[in-house]
């Protein structure tokens, strides 16, 4: 058990400064296109959907929270807050930046969530107003009061640590559990668990994925990184990863049902989407 505790420690404070500069240029992004990129949603119309994919992918942690209020208000269609839901990255880019994943990596994991998102954006907003025949209801932002999350006017440099520390303890809390369950089942049965169980490995990492928590896209991040669980695996978790997002819509939006629907598209879009790159054998 103490070697366990050990290891875990050592492996996660190696990540310390790499989160802290990864945090860092993430809060200066924040500050310098947050604002700037909301607007540019609000204002997109018919392409919403293509911003949303595209702006989504933007490490910026208040983002799905914004285009939640923004979907509360009735300001942006619901095929543009499942494109930014579907491209939002959370966690995963600062863990994987902090693990030396190729850059090269990275980018098509984002490339392709976005495209995910844009794609998925545009059917769902065809399917709402052509074959639903739903009604675009009222705007009504001035009823929303958006909820700050990221502590923005604090200075990045102090949102930048706060966000370092929370997730150095999420990444040693998860790894000390995950080196005792491997430890205790075993990496390769594990993997072979995962692995050799096609669509229910996509199906639980979504399910996991959807946990409004940044220790969600944490484990999803780690598992893959310890290759435990498939590319397909990785991305149904990421791709319905909303974050606070979800949250918001839940406190905000006040129709319940339509809450419970948007969770279960996101949740469907995901699973299939993880079971497709699976099925190709797409490899990051």
């Not at 702006?55 to 208040?62: D, E, T, W």
């Not at 303890?169 to 594990?190: A, H, K, P, Q, W």
């Not at 991040?221 to 819509?249: C, E």
Request: net charge neutral.
């Amino acid at each position: 058990m103490k070697e366990i505790l050990l290891d875990s420690f050592v492996d996660s404070t190696k990540l310390l400064p790499f989160l802290f500069l990864t945090y860092l240029l993430m809060e200066f992004l924040e500050h310098n296109t947050g604002n700037a990129a909301s607007r540019r949603i609000e204002t997109a119309g018919r392409i919403g959907p293509l911003w949303g994919g595209l702006l989504g992918v933007i490490p910026q942690c208040g983002f799905s929270a914004a285009a939640s209020s923004l979907f509360s208000g009735r300001v942006i269609t619901v095929g543009t807050l499942l494109a930014v839901y579907l491209s939002t990255s959370d966690e995963m880019l600062p863990l994987m930046i902090s693990n030396a994943v190729p850059v090269m990596t990275i980018v098509r994991i984002l490339g392709l969530k976005a495209v995910i998102g844009i794609l998925s954006g545009f059917v769902l907003d065809y399917c709402y107003t052509h074959i639903l025949k739903a009604e675009k209801e009222k705007a009504n932002i001035h009823k929303i009061c958006e909820e700050e999350h990221c502590h923005c006017e604090q200075g990045i440099i102090y949102s930048a640590l706060g966000h370092t520390i929370k997730i150095f303890i999420y990444i040693l809390l998860i790894s000390v559990c995950l080196n005792i369950i491997i430890g205790v089942i075993g990496e390769d049965t594990l993997a072979t668990l995962f692995l050799r169980m096609p669509v229910i490995g996509e199906a639980v990492a979504a399910l996991v994925g959807l946990i409004p928590n940044c220790a969600s896209s944490v484990v999803i991040t780690q598992l893959y990184l310890d290759k435990i669980i498939s590319a397909g695996a990785m991305m149904a978790g990421l791709l319905v990863n909303a974050g606070v997002g979800l949250l918001v819509l839940i406190r905000l939006n006040k129709n319940r049902k339509q809450n419970a629907g948007i969770i279960l598209i996101l949740y469907i879009i995901g699973v299939l989407w993880g079971s497709l790159i699976e099925l190709a054998g797409i490899i990051f």
